[in-house]
């Protein structure tokens, strides 16, 4: 009878499968702040909050308006986030791009196959 195995060694395997997963060609990288800010969006979108490019400008822990503004056009030019139209059109609001719900498929694979033991 095998043991389970320990919830380290399974946060292990996800780390190992996510970096293989990385390492294939598809969006380009993203930096610290970068992954920050997509987590921050992700994390808000999630809880149904949709955010502006201002108002997600003006979370001082992202940093400074200048920086996150900055980010977030390299994130689009790296094809993780686009701006859309909202009812003002002073207002952009900011979203995933199919290519990032993707990464996040993929991501959500790997964790899958890190939890379910290994055949033997």
Sequence with gaps: MSKSPRPA???????????AMRDLPS??????????????????????????VRELMSFEELGSP???????TSMRKKGW????????ARRKSVEL??????HFDRLSRCLTEAVTPPSR
């Design 9 to 19: 060694d399974i946060y292990f395997r996800f780390l190992r499968l996510s970096q």
């Design 27 to 52: 969006l380009a990288p993203l930096d610290a702040l970068e992954e920050r800010i997509l987590s921050f969006i992700v994390t808000r979108q999630e809880a149904g909050h949709t955010l502006g």
């Design 66 to 72: 200048a920086t996150v503004h900055g980010r977030l």
């Design 81 to 88: 986030l686009l701006l859309a139209d909202t009812d003002d």
């Design 97 to 102: 791009t199919q290519a990032a719900l993707a």
